[in-house]
């Protein structure tokens, strides 16, 4: 069956654009994550959606950052008057829970 | 600094050797798990542990969590082209949070 999906799969854009990234998570799983992975370092967890709620929302590194769920399925991730910093791989994972987690093959962003 | 750190970052080994990658925790790991990355594949999971000395394998990968479960290990037998990669380990942090290491990142020469 399709795995999880993002879009675009890379985003160049100049400093102060906002951007939308969207994940398409497999279909059923209620749990939806978003992750930052910047160069060389770990992943960064940002949030968590369980349904279209996001319980957690501990990660999102200012109020540039938002995210959201509709019909628990498809998430975007929105950031606002990005910065040089943000840029990094955006990757998404969906599941039943945290035990699994099926992750997408990320969205690159790069702000000039 | 990083809650969890892996050992090494890099590691280029000669295909059929034997590798260990550690991961090392400053807190008591109630569930850890492993993953490899790809570029362009997003991650792969490959397995989870979670009692101390816990040990599990998946063709020839073999993961093993300490009795203290502070550390574990990663060990891959007679490596192949196809085990190149990043390989993060993952621990749960509760509330439905997973964080990560750093990554190790893995070349296989022929």
């Known amino acids: 069956g399709a795995g999880v999906s993002q879009s675009p799969s890379n985003k160049v854009t100049e400093k102060g654009k906002d951007v939308e990234l969207r994940c398409d998570p497999i279909?059923?799983?209620?749990?939806l994550y978003w992750y930052r992975q910047r160069l060389g370092q770990g992943l960064e967890f940002l949030i968590y959606f369980q349904g279209n709620s996001a319980p957690d929302k501990s990660g999102l590194p200012s109020d540039r950052f938002s995210a959201e769920r509709t019909g628990e399925s498809v998430s975007t991730l929105t950031i606002q008057r990005t910065q040089q910093e943000d840029s990094a791989v955006y990757l998404c994972?969906?599941?039943?829970?945290?035990?699994?987690?099926?992750f997408g093959p990320g969205t690159r962003l790069l702000v000039l | 600094s990083q809650e969890l750190e892996q050992s090494p970052q890099s590691l280029i080994v000669q295909e059929g050797k034997n590798l260990t990658i550690n991961c090392t925790s400053s807190k008591t790991l109630y569930g850890l798990y492993w993953y490899k990355q790809k570029y362009g594949e997003g991650l792969i999971f490959l397995m989870m542990l979670q009692k101390g000395g816990e040990e599990k394998s998946h063709e020839k990968i073999t993961a093993k969590l300490d009795e203290k479960k502070q550390q574990s290990s990663l060990h891959i037998t007679a490596s192949q082209p196809s085990h190149a990669g990043i390989y993060l380990c993952g621990a749960d942090r509760g509330a439905q949070k997973l964080v990560f290491g750093q990554g190790t990142r893995l070349t296989i020469n022929p």
């Open positions: 994972a969906s599941g039943w829970g945290q035990e699994t987690q099926y």
């Open positions: 279909s059923g799983h209620t749990a």
